[in-house]
């Protein structure tokens, strides 16, 4: 649970980033609508691929989910406002992939009396590394 909302909490700063930083690049206001529909539209693609993976290991699954986000976060580095758009799409397609297998695992491990519970300390687990991620990320990506 918390490798998966540490991996989310990367995407969606680097998601915030990007819809502000991809102006800077010079992305006209009528691409900035099309880029950030196309980087969501990467969660669909990656809910939909991990479906078509379901004997591929947690740990494997969750390397290479850690490894797309990566690669969005390093892209944001681009002078290019495409290259950018692209990494915010693969790293949406890692999140989304980890957070659809993380799901269906703690599904199973848990009864359905205790699932409320359970998306409690996972939507608490999240919030609390957004918390400590939000001001280092803006350090970040301000300065790296």
């Known amino acids: 649970m918390f490798c998966n909302s540490f991996v989310g909490a990367l995407d969606i700063l680097l998601l915030f980033f990007l819809q502000a930083k991809l102006p800077e690049k010079g992305i006209p206001k009528w691409g900035l609508r099309a880029a950030l529909l196309f980087m969501e539209l990467g969660g669909v693609v990656g809910s939909k691929l991990i479906l078509r993976l379901p004997k591929v290991g ?62 409690s300390v996972e939507s608490f687990t999240f919030s609390v590394i957004m918390i400590v991620l939000s001001p280092l990320a803006g350090f970040v990506f301000t300065y790296w």
Do not use: C, W
């Not at 002078?79 to 799409?89: E, K, L, Q, W």
């Open 58 to 119: 947690y740990k494997v699954i969750f390397a290479v989910t850690s490894a797309l986000v990566l690669t969005g976060i390093f892209a944001e580095h681009s002078r290019s406002f495409v290259i950018m758009a692209i990494g915010g799409f693969i790293a949406a397609v890692g999140d989304d992939a980890l957070q659809v297998r993380t799901n269906a695992k703690l599904q199973k491990m848990f009864p359905s009396q205790q699932r409320a519970t359970l998306t």
